[in-house]
């Protein structure tokens, strides 16, 4: 028997819902008295068991670098830290940049969704965004270059640029391609931010999320 998540409401789990439930197509032989308001796709299947079966937690996302490429990576999955750590995927570096995220939902925290390309052959491209018009205008605007992975993990937005209390701003900035390929970097702090994009070349994107406490 599933145990509900303490830290989920009801209206959350109702977002979660109606965020992932797709339409039956014409040939379904589903009906609304057979099959109920509609199919749950593979990403929601994931989003609402985590809900109904999981406590969140907090936990770390940890950066890497790469200096074969010149790009950064950010996971807070713990099998990716282990093959990163271990050299199983060789050439990656904690930078020991790291902030909290929450590992499902929690709160206002929305998914993070992950993308990559393999568009740059071997210079790992990764993008985050909440945003799902974001994701999918990635995926079919860029010539289907970019590949939907996962959820990462569920960080708050800010709101006008602002964290709300209890959360510290988490900067994004991008490298302008100097690598011959697009890599973004996070971080809480703000005097590394102002070091990359006023004298390491990168473009400032603000504050993308907000990180727990």
Known sequence: MLSVNPNLTPAQLKQVMAMTAT???????CTLGICGAGIVNAEGAVLIAK???QATRKVQAMEYFHAGIGHYFLTAQTDEQMG???GVLQGWQRTGNSFNVWDGVSGSALPVFRLY??????KAAHFYTTN???RDGIRTENG???TYEKVAFYLPQPVAGACAAGSVPIYRMFNNGQTGAPNHRFTTSFATYQEFTSMRGWAGEGVAFCAPQ
Not at 23 to 28: D, G, K, R, V, Y
Not at 117 to 122: C, Y
Request: glycine share 4%; aromatic share 12%; charged share 15%.
């Open 51 to 53: 809900a109904l079966t």
């Open 117 to 122: 390309t393999t568009k740059f052959a071997s």
């Open 132 to 134: 799902t018009v974001e």
């Open 144 to 146: 289907g270059n970019w």
């Open 23 to 29: 339409p039956f197509p014409a040939e379904s032989a």
């Open 84 to 86: 990163l750590d271990t």
